[in-house]
């Protein structure tokens, strides 16, 4: 069966710092994969996804970026972070058939 | 353009109380509709889909049906119950959209023992 992994499930980085988020699929291949942003008591925003290895759509313009070195892997980067980078990070995949499936998330709280 | 809309939350209820949480949809063609649930402190489940007109889906005790005629995907449930307490976000996916979907904003759903 598939799983998705995302880490780390908690962060807190001071304004300024890099980030690297980083979220793998087992059990599947050539997934397409999402990155969503969740800030709090909101719904979900779609920053990033990709169809295949190094292809990557932007929805948001931001100071995010986001990489697939790999086939089931997919990194959510930034140079440095700003206050309104704080939210939950989800990372997603879907082959073929439509629906989505979410790992379990990364709280991010940049102070 | 595509769009879902939810209703505002919270929705508050007593245990074994009838749940609705209403979803409408603007689309072009003929979409697939999901309902996901995100308890808290986690990520989403997909908690049932529908994927033509009248198709009902139904997972866990809730219920959808999709309603082509009033554009709508209205979810369900006879009796909550407190561990139902969640975020519900009502999606839709059209074709050749890259299997993206639009999203609702969530209705956050509390139920009190």
């Known amino acids: 069966s598939q799983t998705i992994h995302q880490w780390p499930a908690t962060l807190v980085q001071p304004v300024g710092s890099p980030l690297s988020l980083e979220c793998t699929v087992e059990g599947t291949s050539n997934p397409n994969l999402y990155w969503y942003r969740q800030a709090a008591g909101r719904g979900l925003q779609l920053l990033f996804y990709s169809v295949g290895i190094g292809q990557i759509s932007s929805e948001v313009p931001q100071n995010l970026s986001a990489s697939r070195p790999q086939d089931r892997q997919f990194i959510l980067s930034s140079k440095k972070l700003l206050l309104s980078d704080s939210g939950f990070y989800l990372c997603?995949?879907?082959?073929?058939?439509?629906?989505?499936?979410f790992g379990p998330g990364t709280r991010l709280t940049v102070t | 353009g595509n769009s879902v809309t939810q209703m505002e939350g919270p929705v508050t209820l007593s245990e074994e109380a009838f749940l609705t949480i209403n979803c409408t949809y603007t689309?072009?063609?003929?979409?697939?509709l999901f309902w996901y649930v995100q308890y808290p402190g986690e990520g989403l489940q997909l908690l049932l889909k529908?994927?033509?007109a009248d198709d009902k889906g139904s997972n866990k005790g809730f219920e959808a049906t999709y309603r082509k005629e009033t554009t709508s995907f209205h979810l369900e449930k006879g009796s909550v119950q407190v561990s139902d307490s969640a975020v519900y976000f009502c999606a839709l996916r059209v074709e050749d959209s890259n299997y993206q979907l639009i999203w609702g904003a969530g209705t956050k759903l509390i139920i009190k023992p």
């Open positions: 689309a072009t063609g003929y979409p697939s």
């Open positions: 997603a995949w879907s082959v073929f058939s439509y629906e989505q499936y």
């Open positions: 529908a994927t033509k």
